[in-house]
């Protein structure tokens, strides 16, 4: 099956990966591909880094990871013809409007983090004006430039 690229065979990973097997098989080509640890050519590394991060952001996506497998199956039960390039059909079937826009959803933590992350900035512009009107500062000041 020649004029596709596999991305499971570029990060290194089953076709039925986890997400977090996924993400171990990047972080990993990540270091190897990384310009201080590599010892490919920067141009051959640079290459090869952008099909592993194509890779896993098709295949981290889980709509994006359905049409690919879809593509997949599509492709092997077609051997006697000629076989589509997996890439260009996807990049046509990312301008399809259901795909678009069509992130995952915040897990709780993240939810977490951006409830504290919200508070923090209250209480700060809570507590900023606190100790500015107790330190006898006023609230609206004149530059002094304006005073000349």
């Not at 996506?61 to 359905?66: G, T, V």
């Not at 678009?100 to 939810?111: A, K, L």
Request: hydrophobic share 40%; proline share 2%.
């Amino acid at each position: 099956m020649k004029g596709y690229i596999n991305y499971y065979k570029i990060l290194g990973v089953k076709e039925n990966a986890s997400n977090h097997e996924l993400r171990k098989a990047f972080c990993k080509l990540l270091i190897e591909l990384h310009p201080d640890t590599t010892s490919l050519e920067s141009e051959d590394a640079k290459n090869k880094f952008q099909q592993v991060l194509e890779a896993y952001e098709n295949l981290n996506n889980s709509n994006l990871r359905k049409v690919y497998d879809e593509k997949l199956r599509v492709n092997s039960k077609k051997t006697n013809k000629t076989n589509l390039n997996v890439l260009n059909t996807l990049v046509m079937d990312i301008k399809n409007q259901h795909l678009v826009g069509n992130r995952r959803p915040f897990s709780n933590g993240e939810m977490f983090s951006l409830f504290l992350l919200i508070i923090i900035i209250f209480i700060s512009l809570f507590l900023a004006i606190v100790i500015a009107s107790f330190s006898g500062k006023e609230l609206e000041t004149v530059p002094v430039w304006l005073l000349r």
